[in-house]
């Protein structure tokens, strides 16, 4: 078995063009179950000797590799091994984590898209910028320059509210994948930028660079799904890739190696905006020190529109959808903006401001975009 250590932008899978040149080992992620496959990292101290130790483990263990990759933001390489064979898995973990060739090991975990559904026609169209005050922020700034990584679903570049907007389109969860387009990525990309020069909608940020990392995928019963493997290797993406901001419109348990993926992040200068969850706590990522959670009444959340926001749909359509995925697109939107007047902001100066930028309406507190952006003494009336 052969393998070469190289930059992972090289091994990335475009949705247009499938880039097939490579030799890394990978897998669809949604055929890697949740609890039955590990991941294991193992540091990249001799490179050469990579490809002979996974052969070494898999004997030792007696589990079939699955998957390989380089994390290069990590300096580490990733094996991912099948597990539903063995009779105790935590036992298995226990044997691999007291052994020191390996760095870390842990479970796939799997993750979901957050989001409940709304409809109501007679909703305004578009009440949540007049609500987030957004507008009077368009007339000076829209994002220009900055770029924001949507970790979601498929997204729909084709749609005309978002062509142009997405500069590029990543899949992490097929292994040869074709271009496709999914509700959750199309509505979450469409709240963030969807531009200004059709007669759609417009985004919180048209002027941003949209990058779609797709980690997560639909299934029938949710609107979609995402795990361990597919998340981190988009994380690890970003970070490699000048990402200012990372929309992470998911919500699952505590994992380790995404943990050290989004600190990493954030230390990198990285914006990371998550969803805060339906329920009354946190929950992960956005509950990581750092991250801005955003939705409405959880914890220390980021109080955003949520619920019934008009946003894109595939096939050039539109429909409403809420949840603390949607607050998050939205709040990721108007860093955005901040960004855009001011590109030296750190991950928490920008927390700080979103905090200070908070107002009261008649129902609820509400970010606004205003605020944030020109100062919490602006004038913000429309």
């Known amino acids: 078995m052969t393998r070469f250590i190289a930059c992972l932008a090289l091994l990335t899978l ?34 050469e000797a990579l490809a002979a130790l996974g052969d070494r483990l898999e004997a030792d263990f007696n589990v079939p590799l699955t998957a390989e990759w380089p994390l290069n933001a990590l300096d580490v390489h990733c094996f991912v091994f099948d597990a539903r064979d063995v009779a105790d898995v935590q ?45 009077p922020v368009h007339s000076k700034w829209r994002g220009e320059g900055v770029r924001i990584g949507i970790v979601d679903s498929a997204i729909d570049r084709d749609h005309p509210d978002l062509a142009g907007q997405m500069v590029d389109l990543r899949d992490f969860v097929a292994a040869n994948p074709e271009p496709v387009a999914e509700a959750h990525g199309t509505a979450i990309a469409g709240v963030i930028g969807a531009g200004v020069t059709n007669e759609g909608i417009v985004g919180v940020a048209p002027g941003a660079q949209m990058v779609g990392l797709r980690a997560c995928w639909q299934d029938g019963s949710t609107p979609g799904v995402c795990n361990s ?33 989004i600190e990493t992040a954030l230390q990198a200068g990285i914006v990371v905006v998550a969803a805060s969850g339906e329920g009354d706590a946190l929950v992960y990522p956005a509950a990581l020190d750092g991250v801005i959670a955003a939705g409405q009444g959880v914890g220390k959340s980021v109080p955003a529109p949520m619920i019934d926001v008009l946003t894109t749909a595939p096939g050039a359509s539109h429909r409403y959808a809420s949840g603390s995925s949607i607050a998050t697109a939205h709040v ?3 860093v955005a903006l901040m960004l855009a007047k001011d590109p030296a902001l750190t991950p928490r100066q920008i927390a700080q401001k979103l905090s200070a930028a908070i107002y009261a309406t008649e129902t609820q507190p509400m970010l606004s975009a205003c605020k944030a952006t020109f100062g919490p003494n602006a004038e913000c009336a429309l």
């Open 332 to 334: 990721s939107g108007v």
């Open 229 to 261: 493997f597919s998340l981190a290797r988009a994380i690890n993406f970003a970070i490699l890739n000048d990402i200012d901001v990372l929309n992470l419109s998911i919500g699952g348990p505590d994992d380790p190696l995404l943990a050290e993926l």
């Open 14 to 47: 475009i949705w247009v063009r499938p880039v097939m040149a490579q030799d890394w080992q990978l897998a669809n992620a949604d055929t890697l179950a949740p609890a039955t496959f590990l991941i294991l990292t193992i540091p990249r101290d001799d490179p």
């Open 91 to 135: 036992e298995l973990i226990d044997q691999m984590e007291a052994d020191t060739r390996i760095r870390t090991v842990q479970r796939i975990r799997n993750f979901t898209l957050t989001e409940m559904y709304h409809s109501d026609p007679l909703l305004p169209m578009q009440w949540a910028l007049k609500g987030m005050q957004v507008l």
